[in-house]
């Protein structure tokens, strides 16, 4: 689907959006199913359109983190698992994501910070 065209689902959520009808959880829906079914490009488009309509939706960026990650783009995973995080330091799942996506980055000391927070948060 093309951003913006009336044959795109996201044409659709963002005119239910404007009429008070839908909300960004439908962006993260239809993102982790593009994700389920291996079409990350579109993916990354449902959580950009998400992210574009509410900045402080950790799971959002922790979706989108996974996409840029599954596709190589690591230092743009970082990014959005960083802000993730910085939207909800309860999650350990998103220090676990920050901890992987450091390793591919090869910076080994965030990667052991971040699992050592983790690891903390998993024991409570």
């Known amino acids: ?3 913006g065209k009336k044959d795109s689902v996201i044409y659709y959520i963002n005119q239910a959006n404007s009429k008070g009808y839908g909300n960004t ?3 993260n829906i239809l993102g982790t199913t593009f994700f ?3 079409n990350y490009p579109e993916a990354k488009r449902a959580f950009e359109e998400g992210i574009r309509k ?3 939706n950790w799971e959002l960026y922790l ?3 996974n996409t840029l990650a599954i596709t190589n783009d690591f230092e743009a995973a970082r990014q959005a698992f960083q ?3 910085e939207l909800n330091t309860t999650n350990p799942q998103t220090l676990y994501c920050l901890a992987h996506t450091f390793k591919s ?3 080994t000391l965030s990667a052991n910070r ?3 927070e983790y690891l903390k948060l998993t024991k409570k």
């Open 54 to 56: 509410d900045t402080t």
């Open 36 to 38: 389920e079914k291996k």
């Open 114 to 116: 971040c699992y050592n």
């Open 25 to 27: 959880k439908l962006y």
């Open 83 to 85: 802000h993730s995080y």
């Open 63 to 65: 979706n989108y983190g």
């Open 105 to 107: 980055l090869n910076d």
């Open 1 to 3: 689907f093309k951003i």
